[in-house]
Every structure is written in structure tokens, then in C-alpha cells.
């Protein structure tokens, strides 16, 4: 049995930005019991020249929507980036979601040659569906999902493999 182009789309997805609702609220718990503002969690960043915590998860989340409605060939919704709290960026986490279970199978499958064009503040990137699920948006979505873990973890939030990856299904 092959796998199918929403099966390696949407629960590939949704599992990462679930974990990632999850190495959050660790981190929004750490902030309160050691009273430290989460203002100062959610701008903290590994290297000066890297993106916050706040904007790594707008980025994996961006991505994972992006996906989905690229993939369905539909208009993908824009989200404002306004969040200030980690309360804000679980509620984007979740909507993000639910966009994500939105979507059937018939909608994605079949979109391995679907040509995507992605507009870039740089250049114009042209992709058939399945290179750039598989090359550009999972690598970025676990690139952006890992840097939020190593934020946290960094700043001694307790996590571990397992907060990441998720327990075995």
C-alpha cells in the first residue's frame, strides 16, 4: 500500500503542531512558577540573527496551513502575526488545526504534480506538489518546531524527546 499525499500532509502536520502546543505549554508553565514574564520566553532567541520563539511558531504554523490549501489548491487565509502571549499562540496553534482537519482526503490526494508557486520576499519559488511537501514544507515546519523546543529548552524549560516527537501511536 502506497502512501497517499494527505496522509503525509495533514496527520504528518497536525501531530508536529500538536507537540508543539505541548512543548508550549511547558514553557507557559515554567514562565509562571518561576514568575518570569513570557514576554521575555517568547522574544528569547538562540542568536541574535534567528527569529524569537513568538515568530518560530507563526512560521510553523504558517507553513502547515500553507500546505493544506496550496496542496487543495485553494486561496490560502492570511493570519494577522499579532500574538503576545503564549495563550495567543495556542489559540493559533489550534485554529491552524482545525483548518487542517478540515480538509478530506480527495481534496490533497492527487496533488503530487499540482504546480505551486510561492511569492518570497527574495525570488519566486516554483514546485510540483509532492517536492515541495516533501523538500520545503516539512523540513521547514520541523526546522521551525525545532528551534521553539531548543528556545525553550535552553531557557530550562524540563522537555524531552518525547515532548517533541510525540508518544508512539
Same mark, same amino acid.
Given at each position: 500500500?502506497?502512501?497517499?499525499?494527505?496522509? $503525509?500532509?495533514?496527520?504528518?502536520?497536525?501531530?508536529? %503542531?500538536? /507537540? %508543539?502546543?505541548?512543548?508550549?505549554?511547558?514553557?507557559? #508553565?515554567? #514562565?509562571?512558577?518561576?514568575?518570569?514574564?513570557? +514576554?521575555? %520566553?517568547?522574544? $528569547?532567541?538562540?542568536?541574535?540573527?534567528?527569529?524569537?520563539?513568538?515568530?518560530?511558531?507563526?512560521?510553523?504554523?504558517?507553513?502547515?496551513? &500553507?500546505?493544506?490549501?496550496? %496542496? #487543495? &489548491? +485553494?486561496?490560502?487565509?492570511?493570519? #494577522?502575526?499579532? +500574538?503576545? $502571549? !503564549? +495563550?495567543?499562540?495556542?489559540?493559533?496553534?489550534?485554529?491552524?488545526?482545525?483548518?487542517?482537519?478540515?480538509?478530506?482526503?480527495?481534496?490533497?490526494?492527487?496533488?503530487?504534480?499540482?504546480?505551486?508557486?510561492?511569492? $518570497?520576499?527574495?525570488?519566486?519559488?516554483? !514546485?510540483?506538489?509532492?517536492?515541495?511537501?516533501? /523538500?520545503?514544507?516539512?523540513? /521547514?515546519?520541523? !526546522?521551525?518546531?525545532?528551534?521553539?523546543?531548543?528556545?525553550?529548552?535552553?531557557?530550562?524549560?524540563?522537555?524531552?524527546?518525547?515532548?517533541?516527537?510525540?508518544?508512539?501511536?
Amino acid at each position: 500500500m502506497s502512501i497517499t499525499m494527505y496522509q $503525509t500532509t495533514v496527520p504528518v502536520l497536525v501531530r508536529a %503542531l500538536t /507537540n %508543539l502546543s505541548g512543548v508550549l505549554a511547558k514553557g507557559a #508553565a515554567h #514562565a509562571k512558577d518561576r514568575n518570569i514574564s513570557e +514576554e521575555v %520566553l517568547l522574544h $528569547t532567541r538562540i542568536t541574535p540573527d534567528m527569529f524569537p520563539l513568538i515568530r518560530q511558531v507563526q512560521i510553523a504554523t504558517d507553513m502547515a496551513k &500553507g500546505a493544506a490549501f496550496r %496542496l #487543495a &489548491g +485553494e486561496e490560502v487565509p492570511a493570519m #494577522a502575526d499579532d +500574538e503576545t $502571549t !503564549f +495563550e495567543q499562540l495556542q489559540a493559533r496553534i489550534a485554529k491552524v488545526v482545525e483548518m487542517l482537519k478540515g480538509f478530506k482526503p480527495e481534496q490533497i490526494d492527487g496533488s503530487e504534480t499540482r504546480e505551486i508557486l510561492l511569492k $518570497t520576499r527574495a525570488a519566486e519559488l516554483h !514546485f510540483h506538489g509532492q517536492s515541495y511537501l516533501l /523538500n520545503f514544507v516539512l523540513p /521547514n515546519v520541523y !526546522f521551525h518546531c525545532t528551534t521553539a523546543y531548543a528556545i525553550l529548552r535552553g531557557v530550562g524549560v524540563v522537555l524531552g524527546k518525547t515532548d517533541f516527537v510525540g508518544k508512539p501511536e
